[in-house]
């Protein structure tokens, strides 16, 4: 799978296969737009790992849920920016990353 080109399809099924090295190809193949999101939106570096761990879990967890009608890397977006609105909620931040303002 080492190609020019990723092929996500072949790398998909080989991930619900279970194999691991499929697994690490498939971060690596979105690592730059799941952690271009969050840092668009989290204040600090230091909870980037954290998210970006947490949004790779919740993906692959949900792997099954998954049915190729839109592209991946949008689908791993919505988990993307849940999980980010949540922890942006639990840290009493904004999504943009600013401190809330209570009214």
Same mark, same amino acid.
């Given at each position: 799978?080492?190609?020019?080109?990723?092929?996500?399809?072949?790398?998909?099924?080989?991930?619900?296969?279970?194999?691991?090295?499929?697994? /690490? #190809?498939?971060? &690596?193949? =979105?690592?730059?737009? !799941?952690?271009?999101?969050?840092? @668009?939106? +989290?204040?600090? /570096? #230091?909870?980037? &790992?954290? =998210?970006?761990?947490? !949004?790779?879990?919740?993906?692959? @967890?949900? +792997?099954?849920?998954?049915?190729?009608?839109?592209? =991946?890397?949008?689908? !791993?977006?919505?988990?993307?920016?849940?999980?980010?609105?949540?922890?942006?909620?639990?840290?009493? =931040?904004?999504?943009?990353?600013?401190?809330?303002?209570?009214?």
């Amino acid at each position: 799978m080492s190609s020019e080109r990723f092929d996500e399809a072949a790398c998909l099924c080989l991930v619900r296969e279970g194999n691991e090295s499929a697994c /690490r #190809e498939l971060v &690596e193949h =979105l690592y730059p737009a !799941v952690i271009r999101i969050v840092r @668009a939106h +989290l204040p600090r /570096r #230091e909870m980037e &790992e954290d =998210l970006d761990q947490e !949004v790779f879990m919740k993906m692959f @967890a949900r +792997l099954s849920q998954y049915r190729q009608n839109v592209p =991946l890397q949008h689908w !791993v977006s919505r988990i993307n920016k849940t999980q980010t609105r949540c922890l942006c909620h639990k840290a009493k =931040l904004s999504f943009t990353g600013r401190m809330r303002v209570p009214h």
